[in-house]
């Protein structure tokens, strides 16, 4: 069975500082998928990781792939309130066309 | 552009009662379509997918149906909603790549 794991499930963290957001999969893959919601809306596409050691950036967002140890990271850098959402990734196997997402991640920021 | 129409955006039906919620996607052809349910406070489980017309593939029994009558629209329907039915539903497209959501239907079945 695929599993697609994120810790922590729930993260809450002062403006300003750093963390990273894990998501460790059982499959192999190389199309890793950084998701954000927001409380009572739909899901936004944020990063989309294509290869082994592709990084993206946005803002104070940073995705990592590592196709090897199946693990993909989102760093945040120096938070700021806006970031408060739920953050999900995705992984689509080398067969199939199927997504399996993760538990996600409740982010809190707290001023 | 691509756009992901669902609709209602709100429902609420009582136990026992018939279902039926169309997402329509513009700007694409032959997209593959996706289901999903999310409960409050909780993942995304995938209920259907679909990679052409009239070809729709189940993830988890229930009692819930999918149709892709033509390219660009799924219907998800029940005939008999159950109390554990409710929950924020999620239509959602990909062409081989990033899959994109639409606005979700929230339903409330009492």
């Known amino acids: 069975e695929l599993k697609v794991e994120q810790n922590p499930l729930f993260l809450s963290m002062q403006e300003g500082k750093n963390y990273t957001i894990y998501c460790n999969y059982s499959t192999t893959s190389d199309r890793l998928y950084w998701y954000r919601q927001d409380p009572g809306k739909s899901l936004e596409s944020l990063f989309v990781l294509l290869s082994n050691g592709a990084v993206k950036q946005e803002g104070r967002l940073m995705a990592s792939l590592d196709t090897k140890a199946r693990l993909s990271t989102l760093h945040i850098t120096a938070a700021v309130h806006d970031l408060s959402a739920t953050y999900f990734c995705?992984?689509?196997?080398?067969?199939?066309?199927?997504?399996?997402f993760g538990t996600g991640t409740s982010l809190t920021v707290i001023p | 552009s691509q756009t992901i129409h669902q609709w209602p955006a709100t429902l609420v039906q009582p136990v026992g009662s018939p279902l039926s919620l169309e997402c329509t996607v513009e700007?694409?052809?032959?997209?593959?379509l996706y289901w999903y349910r999310q409960a409050a406070g909780r993942g995304l489980q995938l209920l259907f997918y679909?990679?052409?017309?009239?070809?729709i593939s189940s993830e988890v029994p229930q009692n819930l149906s999918a149709s892709r009558p033509q390219d660009r629209q799924f219907i998800l329907s029940s005939k008999k909603l159950l109390l554990s039915d409710s929950g924020f539903y999620l239509c959602?497209?990909?062409?081989?790549?990033?899959?994109?959501f639409g606005p979700g239907t929230r339903l409330l079945v009492l």
């Open positions: 679909s990679v052409g017309i009239g070809q």
């Open positions: 995705a992984v689509v196997p080398y067969t199939g066309n199927q997504f399996y």
């Open positions: 700007g694409t052809s032959n997209p593959n």
């Open positions: 959602a497209w990909s062409a081989g790549g990033t899959q994109y």
